[in-house]
């Protein structure tokens, strides 16, 4: 007797394709949902929030710690499911985040306050990638991920680059690494530095010239709104409304990142693979970056109640938390082992010039203005 063919079924469950695909990802996003979950409690803990770590940062801790204990045991049924949550929602994530944003946010800082942005941005990024590859020898991935966490917008800006990059898990772990650990410096740092530069007098500042400088230079947004608050609420209000225009900057540095790798992989082409004409050729397009643009462009309008626009903020975040979990999970310790010191002493150094550097741009272009 032949048997009937059953298209889009498994033999062993009967399930059609794309509900057995779903089916195999479920354990592996319930593990990043449940992570995720723990990060977004834990970031209500007053004293994480005093030092600025915020839900994807201890996402990715949590991952880590899970990924070198429990998840090797797990790996054959969760796989399929983290790699998805560390893709694809990475990307909804990045969209969703335009919703933070709004083109209105460069009214605020004027002129002045996006100039400061993008040189602190491009010079710390050029630092990185000329410092890591040429005296440090990291690998090209490894530098200009530490440049990306350091120049825009720590964690998140460094989840974003990893496609384009097409960078390991270890290499993204240990560039966050770097914006946690002097990210948390930089809360202890700047206000310790506005205190001594209020006594002596060095420099002739204000709240909101100080809440510019923290917005420019600081890693992560949750570092950025601790360190200003530390001051007073107008160096707070500056700070993050300056930290959302660098913010804003990840989608056209993406695009120009993705065009350069091309361009450079263009020139190492043989004559056996000629290289193909035109702008985007061969250019991996972070689509979701446009997208990004488009939804902060349609938040710009405030069309959407003040209430919807904070759920789909917690909805990004627990979607965000959840990829880096995932990168967490499959982040082997023995390969940050060998990553050794060299990546910590690149980002001490943008440290240094984040400071000192970014105070001196902050000081000119200032006055340029005045």
Known sequence: ???????????????????????????????????????????????????????????????????NTVFPRLVDRCAPGVFYAKQYMLRLGIILYGFRLTFLDMGHVGLAGVLIDALVLTTTFALAVVLGIRVF?????????????????????IMAAEPVLKARAEQVTVAVATVVVFGTLAIFVYPLLHSLNMHWQLLNTTDFAYGMFVGSTIHEVAQVVAAGAAISPTAADTAVIAKMVRVMMLAPFLIGLAIYLARAKTEQVTEKAPAKKGLLAGVSVPWFAFIFVAVAGFNSLQLLPELVIEHIAQLDTALLAMAMAGLGLTTDIKAIRRAGLKPLMLASLLFVWLVVGGAGLNYAITAAFA
Request: proline share 5%; hydrophobic share 55%; with cysteine.
């Open 1 to 67: 007797m032949l048997a009937l063919p059953r298209k889009n079924t498994d033999m062993c469950t009967g399930l059609p394709k794309w509900l057995q695909l779903r089916t195999e990802l479920l354990p592996g996003l319930l593990l990043c949902a449940a992570l995720s979950a723990g990060a977004l409690m834990l970031d209500r803990v007053p004293w994480l929030q005093a030092h600025g770590l915020s839900a994807l940062t201890l996402a990715i801790m949590l991952g880590f710690v899970v990924g």
């Open 137 to 157: 020898k990291l690998e090209r991935g490894t530098a200009m991920l530490i440049g990306i966490g350091s120049s825009i917008c720590g964690a998140a800006a």
